[in-house]
């Protein structure tokens, strides 16, 4: 009994009494000693187009999936044909399910190979022939394109195509992944593509959301891994075949690209790449911090990055202003650490993702680098790192100073810098750091923005920048309270007139006033307001007390306690 691929999807069979199918063996053809041929003993095969590669060839017990045109070798008509009717022939090779012409002739083919074959009567409907169809003794002509192999002891095959050096994790049974994919038939045929989409495939592996074989060949890849799959029917959609495009009994072939994987247990991962010396505080909740990060996914791909916007992201921490992920992980760390931090999406942006920015179900990865923080509570930090033996005068409000000072945001030690303590000429945290200083001393000085240039920040100072100043106290002026242009150190002398008449003539021009004034600061018995021009000062005083303006002040002018409150 003999089966042979056409008319119906149904197989016909003939039986031919006494035939020896051992003889077939021996013989393609006869040709007589004329050159002309005889009658055929076997199949005649014309393999007239043979692929470059072919990883397999049929073999017995293989199944395969073919295109076939039917016709007579006589006359060249055609009596069947899989292309006229839309569907590919499918059958088992070398088990007696075709006819014996055709199980011989499709032995050690390939796939996309295209070949003639040629089967005498004998090996094909002998002198019966077939439902009117096929006459007796007729030669028949089989044009095949071979589609597919398999065999029922197949298994799904991988072949990795490239896998990163690093891999530290391997999918498993359970993971949710993400990944890109073409998906072709044996034959080379499209029948669909991720990529064309522009949208990975998501999914959990190993559950039942995909075809057995996927779930199997998808198992230990790497993010950035690529490979090929090749399922068999019987792993894949089987008899069915799905939709228009995956025909029954099909062999599928994905090329695989693995862009995520995470499961629903993951937590947060830390990576600790860099941790400055001398670390004596780290962030906790409720601390505002700003830090810079560049933002991939796991394969490596940017998404964001605070350094394509010079602007560090400042936040405060552990108060639900960014992912949860991200908030645990801000938490406990020093000022310049270097962190890389791995967020799962259900501690991200979840199965919804950001716009075009974020997709759904993706694993954030961000390096991030901490340039500082501060708490909102925080007071002005004063370290003093140098004091000298003798330190008679302190610093306070109203006095005139020069200092040094380095700030972490600026390059190399500065030319002393002049304030008057207590006048609102430097930040307030700058200030206090320079309260109760004496010459000489060194201090250093940690300003929380709330002290110091706030959420505007100011020139090269971003916005809420913590600021470190090294401080030196260069020189000290002892000042004078607002509004006031001279004090008495002590009591002043009493009577105060005579004092000031320096030559006893009972009265004193400007000359005279400068001189007095400027002996009682020599003395150390009075102070002018430091940092002003000291003649002009001079010159208001004496004006205020020369009430009639006639170039000259008198006893009766004089009033002590006008002289002790003269204001600016």
């Known amino acids: 009994y003999f089966e042979a691929g056409f008319g119906s999807d149904s197989l016909l ?14 013989l393609l053809f006869v040709v007589s000693a004329t050159g002309s041929p005889g009658p055929l003993v076997d199949v005649v095969v014309d393999r007239y187009e043979i692929p470059k590669v072919c990883p397999r060839e049929v073999q ?12 007579f070798h006589g006359d060249g008509k055609k009596f069947d044909s899989s292309h006229d009717r839309g569907k590919a022939f499918i059958s088992q090779v070398g088990l007696g399910r075709l006819i014996t012409g055709m199980d011989r002739g499709l032995q050690g083919m390939c796939v996309n190979e295209r070949r003639r074959i040629i089967v005498p009567p004998h090996l094909a409907y002998g002198s019966i022939g077939t439902g009117g169809v096929i006459p007796p003794d007729a030669v028949l002509v089989y044009d095949v394109l071979l589609l597919d192999i398999w065999n029922a002891d197949d298994k799904v095959q991988i072949r990795t195509l490239g896998r990163p050096a690093a891999c530290n994790r391997t999918t498993a049974a359970s993971d949710f992944i993400r990944y890109h994919y073409n998906g072709t038939l044996l034959s080379g045929e499209a029948f669909d593509s991720s990529h064309s989409r522009n949208l990975t495939y998501d999914t959990y592996l190993g559950k039942g959301h995909l075809i057995k074989g996927l779930d199997e060949g998808l198992l230990g890849m790497c993010v950035g891994e ?17 939709g228009t495009l995956v025909p029954p009994q099909a062999t599928l072939v994905f090329e695989v690209l693995l862009v995520d994987v995470f499961n629903p247990k993951d937590n947060l991962t830390v990576e600790v790449k860099e941790v400055p010396e001398g670390c004596s505080r780290r962030t906790v909740i409720g601390d505002y911090i700003r830090y810079h990060y560049n933002g991939t996914f796991q394969d490596g791909t940017a998404f964001d990055s605070s350094y394509q916007r010079n602007s560090t992201y400042n936040t405060y921490v552990g108060m639900g202003y960014v992912i949860r992920g991200m908030d645990k992980a801000l938490q406990g760390l020093c000022m310049g650490e270097k962190r890389r931090i791995t967020v799962p999406p259900h501690m991200a942006y979840g199965e919804d993702g950001v ?6 179900s993706a694993v954030l990865v961000f390096d991030i680098h901490v340039i500082d923080f501060h708490n909102p509570k925080d007071l002005v930090d004063i370290k003093v790192t140098h004091k000298p033996q003798e330190c008679d005068a302190t610093t306070e409000a109203d006095d005139l100073i020069q200092y040094r000072y380095n700030c972490s945001l600026m390059d190399g030690f500065t030319s002393p810098s002049v304030t008057t303590l207590g006048a609102n000429q430097v930040i307030l945290g700058l200030e206090e750091g320079l309260k109760g200083m004496c010459v000489g001393e ?14 505007n920040g100011a020139g090269a100072v971003p916005r809420s920048a913590v600021l470190f100043f090294e401080l030196e106290l260069v020189e000290l002026q002892k000042g004078v309270p607002e509004g006031y242009m001279f004090v008495w150190i002590g009591d002043g002398p009493d009577p105060l007139f005579p004092a000031m008449d320096l030559n006893g003539d009972k009265e004193v021009p400007l000359e005279e006033f400068s001189t007095f004034i400027r002996l009682q600061v020599k003395e150390g018995k009075g102070r002018l307001r430091p940092g002003v ?21 008198t006893e009766a002018e004089l009033s002590d306690e006008q002289v002790k409150r003269d204001e600016l």
């Open 13 to 26: 069979q003939v039986s031919i009494p006494g035939l020896d199918l051992n003889m077939f063996f021996l």
């Open 60 to 71: 017995t017990e293989d199944f395969i999936r073919y295109h076939f045109n039917g016709t």
């Open 226 to 242: 690529r490979r090929v799959v090749i399922v068999p029917p019987f792993l894949a959609y089987g008899e069915s075949g799905s």
């Open 355 to 360: 716009g075009d920015i974020i997709p759904g």
């Open 442 to 455: 060194r201090r250093e000085v940690i300003v929380p923005p709330h002290w110091g240039h706030g959420d």
């Open 533 to 553: 021009d000291a003649d002009g000062i001079i010159k208001d005083m004496f004006d205020n007390q020369d009430r009639n303006k006639d170039g000259k002040i």
